[in-house]
């Protein structure tokens, strides 16, 4: 059990972020031991044999694989710094990532329970030259394995931030640290996780607490402390139909609102941004909105802004209407 004291102004500093770094850190966790998370099998299955084929996964992988453990183990802080903002770009993490003081990364490294294998011991002897491979094997492993179904994911996390922005403002801090994971219980005056391997001190006055949905990291959690701000990854919600073929809109709804319009609802499970949802149903970023504005208008969709994206969603009666139609 891992007890991370929250003060009171340390809780108004809770905030949440989105982070490349920790997908592909939790991604390799599952590339590691699939049967654990058998939820991403459709993933595993279709960019493993690409990552093998590079060098980046299995018998043959660098250190990136060396790095990150498969179960519990003990994973290197440095390998995910806080992120800066909501929502930070794989370079600006991997700028952070390659400017790592080497006694920070030596640190981390006498960490790791027995015999260095080769390429963690030239990491131990040489840490920039090191930084420098690693976050090349980072960027070649992103544009392999996550860039191509990132909109997707990234719309998830998105819809993930906005619950919990919405529960936050309805049960408070309590309410919402209760609710992250089953292993996570806010107690007293402290963030109780029942995860071991977790060197995160108590969270002094001024810090805060960096909370990131993961879709990963399922279904467990990840808890680390990287500098002064400790991090706790979490699963984000609506992980079951992350790999799903896109939902088909009922023919009866097709038949009142057309099938561009219908399809569009069907694709509002989550808050989606115009452009994602151009890519998911093939329409025009023109057409998407003309459709959004009609929907809006007859009350079964509703939009706001976070941060410089506008996110649609259907309403109640949207819900009902794919429901009774289906």
Same mark, same amino acid.
């Given at each position: 059990?891992?007890?991370?004291?929250?003060?009171?102004?340390?809780?108004?500093?809770?905030?949440?972020?989105?982070?490349?770094?920790?997908?592909?850190?939790?991604?390799?966790?599952?590339?590691?031991?699939?049967?654990?998370?058998?939820?991403?099998?459709?993933? #595993?299955?279709?960019?493993?044999?690409?990552?093998?084929?590079?060098?980046?996964?299995?018998?043959?992988?660098?250190?990136?694989?060396?790095?990150?453990?498969?179960?519990?183990?003990? *994973?290197?802080?440095?390998?995910?710094?806080?992120?800066?903002?909501?929502?930070?770009?794989?370079?600006?993490?991997?700028?952070?990532?390659?400017?790592?003081?080497?006694?920070?990364?030596?640190?981390?490294?006498?960490?790791?329970?027995?015999?260095?294998?080769?390429?963690?011991?030239?990491?131990?002897?040489?840490?920039?030259?090191? *930084?420098?491979?690693?976050?090349?094997?980072?960027?070649?492993?992103?544009?392999?394995?996550?860039?191509?179904?990132?909109?997707?994911?990234?719309? *998830?996390?998105?819809?993930? #931030?906005?619950?919990?922005?919405?529960?936050?403002?309805?049960?408070?801090?309590?309410?919402?640290?209760?609710? *992250?994971?089953?292993?996570?219980?806010?107690?007293?005056?402290?963030?109780?996780?029942?995860?071991?391997?977790?060197?995160?001190?108590?969270?002094?006055?001024?810090?805060?607490?960096?909370?990131?949905?993961?879709?990963?990291?399922?279904?467990?959690?990840?808890?680390?402390?990287?500098?002064?701000?400790?991090?706790?990854?979490?699963?984000?919600?609506?992980?079951?139909?992350?790999?799903?073929?896109?939902?088909?809109?009922?023919?009866?709804?097709?038949?009142?609102?057309?099938?561009?319009?219908?399809?569009?609802?069907?694709?509002?499970?989550?808050?989606?941004?115009?452009?994602?949802?151009?890519?998911?149903?093939?329409?025009?970023?023109?057409? #998407?909105?003309?459709?959004?504005?009609?929907?809006?208008?007859?009350?079964?969709?509703?939009?706001?802004?976070?941060?410089?994206?506008?996110?649609?969603?259907?309403?109640?009666?949207?819900?009902?209407?794919?429901?009774?139609?289906?």
């Amino acid at each position: 059990m891992v007890a991370i004291g929250l003060s009171a102004g340390a809780v108004a500093r809770v905030r949440f972020a989105l982070s490349c770094l920790w997908e592909v850190v939790a991604s390799v966790r599952v590339l590691r031991d699939p049967g654990e998370h058998a939820i991403h099998l459709p993933w #595993v299955n279709r960019v493993r044999p690409r990552l093998v084929e590079a060098g980046l996964v299995g018998p043959n992988g660098g250190l990136l694989w060396q790095l990150v453990p498969s179960g519990p183990g003990y *994973l290197a802080d440095f390998l995910t710094p806080p992120p800066v903002g909501l929502a930070p770009e794989l370079g600006a993490e991997l700028d952070v990532l390659r400017a790592t003081p080497p006694g920070t990364v030596r640190a981390h490294l006498d960490l790791y329970p027995g015999a260095r294998p080769p390429v963690l011991a030239a990491l131990y002897a040489e840490p920039e030259d090191g *930084l420098r491979r690693l976050a090349d094997e980072i960027a070649a492993y992103w544009r392999l394995a996550l860039a191509p179904g990132w909109p997707r994911i990234r719309a *998830l996390l998105d819809a993930e #931030v906005f619950r919990r922005a919405r529960l936050l403002a309805e049960d408070g801090a309590a309410g919402l640290l209760n609710d *992250l994971h089953e292993r996570v219980r806010w107690e007293g005056d402290g963030l109780r996780i029942s995860q071991g391997h977790c060197l995160a001190p108590d969270v002094p006055d001024g810090t805060g607490l960096v909370l990131v949905p993961s879709v990963f990291v399922w279904p467990s959690v990840l808890s680390i402390a990287a500098g002064d701000v400790p991090q706790l990854a979490y699963p984000a919600r609506g992980l079951g139909t992350l790999w799903e073929c896109p939902p088909a809109a009922p023919d009866a709804l097709v038949a009142v609102l057309g099938r561009g319009r219908a399809r569009l609802l069907a694709e509002l499970d989550a808050p989606r941004s115009t452009t994602e949802l151009a890519r998911r149903t093939g329409l025009s970023p023109a057409g #998407v909105s003309q459709h959004l504005t009609a929907l809006r208008a007859a009350g079964l969709v509703v939009t706001h802004r976070q941060g410089r994206s506008l996110l649609s969603n259907r309403t109640a009666v949207a819900e009902a209407l794919l429901t009774a139609s289906t």
